[in-house]
Every structure is written in structure tokens, then in C-alpha cells.
Nanobody, 120 residues
Framework: QVQLVESGGGLVQAGGSLRLSCVAS????????MGWYRQAPGKQRELVAT???????NYQDSVKGRFTISRDNTKNTVSLQMNSLKLEDTAVYYC??????????????WGQGTQVTVSS
């Protein structure tokens, strides 16, 4: 059974930093894109940042220059370093990965979500 487990959320003041981490575990054959999404109250889930298995990254415009996504393919982990946090970054952050299990087809998996709250 493949699963994603996130850690690192919490409460931080505006201008502060947090680091989110996510580890994929289970019977994994390969992992393609890994990334982070977020969902604020009353809003749709949105892409924050993604990283391909080859190392290409993509960011939502509002986080460029403040957030950095990184992954360790040897450990099946992806992290999101968030600096200069703003009130509008408050949301539940979800780890996402396209994973092919040892026996099965590639599909998207989601973590359980971790709350990030930025206070003034």
C-alpha cells in the first residue's frame, strides 16, 4: 500500500519560515512528479510547486522567490521550504505524487494534509 505522509506544518508569524516534508512509502516501483498543493478555506485546491523526477521545478507565481521545492529520489521525499510567509499563505498543504506501485498502474496519491497558519 503506497502512502504519503507529511510533516512540518504549524503556526508562524508573517515574514517567518516553515519547512514541509513528505515521504512516500510502500511498494513503489517509480515516482514521477512530486509536489505540493494547498487549499484555503472556501477556496479550491491549488498548485504550489512541483518537481519532476528529472529535477525540473514549477511554481505558482505568488510563491516564486519565497518557496523552494526539493526532493531526494533516493529517499522518496519531497520538501517545501517556505520563507517570507504571508497571511495569504494560510492553508492546508497537501503532498502529491504520481507513483507507480510495484504491481499496478501509475496514478496520483495524496497526503493527509498539514495545516499552515500565518499570523500577523
Amino acid at each position: 500500500q503506497v502512502q504519503l505522509v507529511e510533516s512540518g506544518g504549524g503556526l508562524v508569524q508573517a515574514g517567518g519560515s516553515l519547512r514541509l516534508s513528505c515521504v512516500a512509502s510502500g511498494s513503489i516501483f517509480r515516482i514521477e512528479t512530486m509536489g505540493w498543493y494547498r487549499q484555503a478555506p472556501g477556496k479550491q485546491r491549488e498548485l504550489v510547486a512541483t518537481s519532476t523526477s528529472g529535477g525540473s521545478t514549477n511554481y505558482q507565481d505568488s510563491v516564486k522567490g519565497r518557496f523552494t521545492i526539493s526532493r531526494d529520489n533516493t529517499k522518496n521525499t519531497v520538501s517545501l521550504q517556505m520563507n517570507s510567509l504571508k497571511l495569504e499563505d494560510t492553508a492546508v498543504y497537501y503532498c502529491n505524487a504520481n507513483i507507480q506501485p510495484t504491481y499496478g498502474f501509475i496514478r496520483a496519491y495524496w497526503g493527509q494534509g498539514t495545516q499552515v497558519t500565518v499570523s500577523s
